[in-house]
């Protein structure tokens, strides 16, 4: 019962016997510390993390005396050789005698509460960045039918064919004003959900960025094939994935052209997994990762606000169309680059609130 209960903590927990062997964790720090139970049950603790030299004695010597103690801002190294930045707590579990006959080891990263922090950050600002664009919209498109009319009907009096293309000009700029406040608008539309797999998705972007790419940039699928069906409009999520691929397409076109272009594409389930202030049982993760030169970091912050674009000829607009389609299937965009790669992060819940109430009228 007890052990059933630790596996629906968030909390990553791993307890270790007297020899320092590993003879339980939690489905949370399996995925923390990229590790499976299965295959690290009776191994030292050490083979599944490692902080510095003192760690170890300092586990020894909690067994030794039955005192607990926490250790702030570690720096682990992962099995899989990457860092994580934690704090974590070392708790005695005292047997008949009053002595250690365990540990429990309690993880706390640092850096997942920093993205936690700045993912609602990101989603207020994207939302601040959309209400503006309505209000602007708005008091654009009223005075814009305004003159399209009056240019309609000037062009009605006139009998002078020269002076009728300049009120065919008027014309003609006022729509294309009026699909562009459209465009900043993004999907005008509700989603409309159905089961669908995401890798079938990928795989139409696949197609057409390679069509359009030219056979110049090699496209690597890592998929995880257990990723049950999402809800979702897939036409929608298309055209988000399209266009964040194609930034990372066009980013790659941009640089030398006797470089080696790459993108790869990941799939990953992830499970109790926090966006924004919302926690969910399943989370399914999209990365794009490109070998471009990275995204300047003064555009980085504001990447998904509308009319930012790090490209001469760009308008700005599908990473911005791209974050409100992944907000509106309650999932967001994120983002991490340096000057050797790019890689964009795409997280929808498989079980939305939508499906909640499908599944338990």
């Known amino acids: 019962m007890h052990s059933l209960l630790i596996d629906h903590l968030s909390t990553a927990v791993i307890q270790i016997n007297q020899q320092l062997e590993i003879v339980y964790l939690n489905p949370a720090a399996e995925i923390l510390l990229a590790i499976s ?50 704090d974590y707590t070392v708790t005695p579990v005292l047997g008949s005698a009053h002595l250690a006959e365990s540990l429990l080891i309690e993880f706390y990263p640092r850096d997942r509460m920093k993205r936690i922090f700045q993912e609602g950050e990101l989603i207020a600002n994207h939302q601040s960045s959309k209400e503006l664009v309505r209000g602007l919209a708005h008091e654009i498109k009223n005075p814009l039918g305004g003159i399209r009319g009056a240019a ?79 809800v979702g409009d897939e036409s929608q999520l298309i055209q988000a994935l399209l266009n964040v691929t194609r930034n990372a397409m066009q980013a790659l076109l941009e640089g030398n052209p006797n470089d080696y272009k790459e993108i790869r594409i990941v799939t990953r389930a992830l499970r109790q997994f926090t966006i924004g202030a919302s926690r969910h049982r399943l989370v399914c993760k999209i990365s794009i990762i490109d070998n471009g030169p990275g995204i300047p970091p003064h555009i980085l912050k504001t990447l998904f606000y ?20 992944v907000h509106q299937h309650e999932g967001i965009i994120e983002c991490n680059s340096n000057a050797k790669s790019t890689e964009f992060n795409i997280l929808i819940p498989i079980e939305t609130k939508a499906t909640a109430q499908e599944t338990n009228p």
């Open 152 to 230: 309609q009907l000037i062009s009605r009096a006139f009998t002078d064919e020269a002076l009728n293309d300049y009120t065919q000009v008027i014309i003609e700029e006022s729509d294309r004003l009026r699909d562009l406040v459209d465009r900043l608008l993004g999907p005008r539309q509700l989603p409309k959900n159905k089961p669908l797999n995401i890798h079938k998705v990928i795989e139409r972007v696949r197609q057409l960025i390679l069509v359009e790419s030219d056979g110049k940039i090699e496209i690597i699928r890592d998929y995880d094939p257990s990723i049950p069906d999402i």
């Open 37 to 86: 139970r299965r295959r690290i049950y009776g191994q030292s603790v050490s083979s599944a993390f490692s902080d510095d030299d003192s760690s170890l004695d300092a586990l020894r010597n909690a067994l030794e005396t039955g005192y607990p103690f926490t250790k702030r801002e570690a720096e682990v190294v992962r099995i899989n050789g990457k860092k994580l930045f934690c």
């Open 306 to 325: 509308p009319m930012v674009s790090g490209r001469a000829d760009g308008t700005g607009l599908g990473l911005s169309i791209s974050q409100s389609v």
